[in-house]
């Protein structure tokens, strides 16, 4: 069995408390992993938003780090578009 099945068996069988506390380190975890993804960022990064409403052949440019979100504007010659995106939505050019 694997590690994700005995922690499902754990979850089910656990009292109300133990849920908080496992939610509570869930998101505490996830915190970290968004700090990680936008640190990995900086002003001035060529990228691409990886969503379906957005070209991914597009190439944006970050203008500013926000504590959650990220400020692009796009690169090509046509209009200049700027989005405020989730970090995890961009992609490293």
Known sequence: MSNLQV?????KKSEKSDIN???????????????????????GDLVSIDHKRIDSSK?????????????????????KNQYTVSPSLLVKK
């Open 7 to 11: 922690v499902l068996e754990f979850i």
């Open 59 to 79: 190439t944006f440019r970050i203008t500013k780090i926000n504590n959650k979100n990220i400020k692009v504007i796009s690169t090509d010659a046509g209009p």
């Open 21 to 43: 506390k496992m939610i509570d380190q869930i998101n505490i975890r996830k915190s970290e992993l968004r700090h990680e993804i936008k640190s990995s960022f900086s002003v």
